[in-house]
């Protein structure tokens, strides 16, 4: 057999098992030829047979995608629609609920879908410490100051050099370093609001960004988001246009837990109308470096001309969550943002800094980074795909375009809350749709993460939701 014609076979078997769905953008040529080690011409071979055959349908500018079937009905219903939350402001109280879902992730020996975490095998834990340890003994006689804010010089270097390689020229005195994205969160809020003030939130969001706004005594304005192409910003602009909105949070590539990634002609519209109103906007980046497609995505800084975007990230969820090394990029409140930081935990400790910023030194970051993606990818269409068959009919999911969560619209009246402690008794977690919103309007929802390498028990997992959501209905 030809090479062109065993990777023809390969993706038919997998459109035929449901691992790429009707509708779905399958990988690119370069990104085929690299994973199966082929040449482009014969990727490209396979590509026009698979087309003359009426298994996938190119599209211009966007890639290959499997081709719906004649009469076939089920891709429809599996498709997620956007939220219409209400324009009306509201308290936030998410946090006790948080809390109680995290703990039980660690207990009884669970199967963590509902884990936020990654897995951590793919972290490269060993050379990490290696540098850590190698730190410590060159660093016997620290001195605290050299822990105090913006952080330290070798690691705001490196991460300046890594926003370089990826196509966004950055100010390395912008730069602030924190523990990890959720204290620069924090921080990037205290420093654009004050108590009372109203922000404005995707619906569904991740619950990171709500429980700072629970924090600081905020709230929340949720904004319709369509789960394939992020916040909508016409309601954004019509909700701004009847009360004041004091910042905008937002993740635009692979939020979570809806996992879009929005084009860049969303995002540059998005930020005109923040400059148009002068309002700042707080854009959550963490899960930028697990793109699937072939670039870098862009970020909302990118765009950003008058300093009004307060980027976000942090190694959590790419390198190392131990080391809980994060950074701020704040613009125009650079300064307040650095003075906070001395406010709130005066330092962070330069030990795991320099430990981060060794390993990207010397060590293939671009490397690891390419194997999760690679990972991640995988496992995300092995998610769905059994999603969708061993749940009840009606399911719809979401198309993550990076990261390694999915979002799982159950059908009939199911509560989330009364399925997460089910499974919690047949030791497995999932993350309940109440987390994601102050509303009641995805309690028939859950996360999964699909990080973990996929295995008869995380099968065995998802067949037993399934019946226990069929028991439910």
Not at 232 to 251: F, G, T
Not at 291 to 299: E, L, N, V
């Amino acid at each position: 057999m030809k090479l062109y014609e065993k990777l023809v076979g390969d993706i038919e078997q997998l459109v035929a098992k449901g691992v790429l769905l009707p509708g779905e953008r399958i990988p690119s040529v370069r990104q085929t030829s690299q994973q199966h080690k082929l040449s482009i011409t014969t990727v490209l071979r396979a590509y026009v047979k698979l087309e003359s055959m009426g298994v996938i349908e190119s599209r211009p500018q966007s890639g290959y995608f499997v081709r719906p079937r004649a009469g076939d009905t089920a891709t429809p219903s599996i498709c997620m629609q956007a939220s219409h939350p209400s324009p009306v402001p509201a308290e936030v109280h998410v946090s006790r609920l948080v809390l109680s879902t995290l703990r039980s992730i660690g207990l009884h020996d669970a199967i963590p879908l509902g884990s936020p975490y990654p897995d951590p095998s793919l972290f490269p834990w060993e050379r990490i410490n290696q540098y850590a340890g190698a730190v410590a003994r060159r660093n016997r006689a620290w001195n605290v100051t050299d822990d105090l804010p913006p952080g330290n010089p070798q690691l705001i270097r490196e991460i300046a050099r890594r926003y370089l390689e990826n196509g966004l020229a950055v100010d390395p005195d912008e730069i602030i370093v924190t523990v990890g994205a959720t204290e620069a969160i924090n921080l990037c809020l205290q420093a654009v609001a004050k108590p009372g003030d109203t922000i404005a939130v995707e619906s569904p969001t991740f619950y990171a960004m709500l429980m700072a706004v629970e924090r600081l005594g905020m709230k929340v304005v949720e904004v319709s988001t369509d789960p394939y192409e992020g916040i909508s910003i016409e309601a954004l602009a019509d909700i701004m246009a009847r009360q004041p909105i004091a910042a905008v949070m937002v993740m635009p590539n692979f939020q979570n837990p809806l996992g879009f990634q929005m084009s860049d002609q969303r995002k540059r519209a998005l930020v005109q109308l923040l400059e148009q109103h002068d309002v700042p906007a707080i854009e959550n980046g963490v899960y930028n470096e697990l793109y699937y497609g072939d670039a870098h995505p862009s970020s909302l800084k990118s765009h950003d001309r008058k300093g009004l975007v307060l980027h976000c990230s942090s190694f959590s969820k790419s390198l190392s969550s131990a080391q809980r090394v994060g950074w701020a990029l704040a613009g125009r409140y650079r300064g307040k943002v650095e003075e906070l930081k001395f406010l709130n935990t005066l330092a962070t400790s330069s030990f795991p800094q320099l430990a981060i910023a060794e390993y990207l030194q010397n060590d293939g970051y671009e490397q690891h980074l390419r194997r999760t993606r690679k990972a991640y990818a995988q496992q995300a269409r092995i998610m769905a795909a059994a999603v969708l068959r061993f749940f009840p009919v009606g399911t719809k999911i979401s198309h993550p375009q990076g990261g390694y969560v999915l979002w799982v619209e159950l059908p009939g009246n199911i509560d989330s809350m009364q399925l997460y402690r089910r499974a919690l008794e047949c030791k497995i977690t999932v993350g309940p749709g109440r987390m994601f919103s102050v509303s009641q309007a995805y309690k028939h929802c859950i996360r999964l993460n699909y990080s973990y390498p996929w295995s008869v028990d995380v099968e065995q997992a998802i067949i037993l939701l399934g019946k226990l959501i069929t028991e439910f209905l």
